[in-house]
């Protein structure tokens, strides 16, 4: 792996851990207030546009293991998680978890007319841990 490729990955992990970061702290303020996070919609909004970012940019990490590592390319997003696992660069019980986030990402992108804030609640509250997870599993295989 180049210094630049190397570059562009780091990047987009600093990316990541400041969408993170904002996410723990809004996931602070409405733990077990569910009714707070629901009725603002300063909360409700930065949530969504920081989960979307995080997918995101999970999902580019994905994209640029797989073309850099030479796999095949999926022909769906969600394909490409279990593509990682397959070849040994996610655990499969990450892979399992984070099952369905990528449809979650479309629906904020494509279908914001729709958005359940309660799974948008859910999400921030018990799902964020996956997309940490993600993270440190990237990590460690970039360091090998």
């Known amino acids: 792996m180049t210094k630049t490729i190397k570059k562009q990955?780091?990047?987009?992990i600093q990316n990541?851990?400041?969408?993170?970061s904002y996410l723990d702290k809004i996931s602070k303020e409405t733990k077990n207030n569910q009714a707070l996070f629901l009725s603002d919609f300063h909360f409700f909004g930065t949530t969504e546009r920081y989960l979307q970012l995080s997918i995101q940019t999970m999902m580019d990490l994905v994209q640029m293991l797989i073309i850099e590592e030479g796999l095949e390319r999926p022909e769906e997003n969600q394909e490409a998680i279990s593509l990682l696992y397959n070849h040994k660069i996610i655990s499969k019980k990450l892979a399992?978890?984070?099952?369905?986030?990528?449809g979650f990402r479309n629906i904020l992108v494509h279908e914001y007319g729709k958005i359940d804030k309660e799974k948008v609640y859910y999400y921030l509250q018990e799902k964020i841990v996956d997309i940490k997870n993600f993270r440190k599993e990237i990590l460690k295989f970039l360091k090998k």
């Open 16 to 20: 990541l851990d400041e969408y993170i």
């Open 9 to 12: 990955f780091f990047d987009k």
């Open 96 to 102: 399992e978890n984070l099952d369905g986030i990528v």
